[in-house]
């Protein structure tokens, strides 16, 4: 069973600005502080796709030559600008495996990332 792997990341308006401009969401919600400030969650909040992309990067050193043979993705609370987000993976059992970021605060889950792999790949 491979070891548990986790990177601490404070999320940067620039983070959102770069991620925005190389996939083309540039929904204000990401990239507007004056329109973000006035919305739901009071500031810029991170792309969904930009957190799993890490939590991704990380399945990706955990899982070595194994495929993926099933992917759940949930993005149960918000991202905000500023948070100081906890990327966390280890394998579970030889097929599974669990992802997830956390904001160090107060321990909530921004993102979860279940892979189920195919070790035949």
Same mark, same amino acid.
Request: charged letters at 25%.
């Given at each position: 069973?491979?070891? /548990? ?8 308006q ?21 329109f973000?400030?006035? /919305? ?5 909040v991170?792309?969904?796709?930009f957190?799993?992309?890490i ?10 030559? /194994? ?8 993005f ?14 280890r394998?579970e059992?030889?097929?599974l495996l669990?992802?997830?970021?956390r904001r160090?605060?107060?321990?909530e889950t ?9 070790k035949?790949?």
């Amino acid at each position: 069973m491979a070891e /548990a792997i986790q990177i601490i990341r404070t999320l940067t308006q620039e983070d959102f600005d770069r991620f925005a401009a190389i996939s083309g969401d540039d929904n204000p919600i990401h990239v507007d502080p004056a329109f973000a400030s006035r /919305a739901r969650f009071g500031t810029t909040v991170a792309h969904g796709m930009f957190l799993y992309s890490i939590l991704e990067g990380l399945a990706e050193q955990i899982m070595g030559d /194994a495929g993926i043979a099933q992917t759940a993705l949930m993005f149960p609370a918000p991202a905000r600008l500023g948070d100081e987000i906890a990327f966390a993976g280890r394998e579970e059992n030889p097929d599974l495996l669990e992802l997830t970021a956390r904001r160090t605060s107060d321990g909530e889950t921004v993102c979860k990332l279940t892979l189920v792999l195919d070790k035949r790949s």
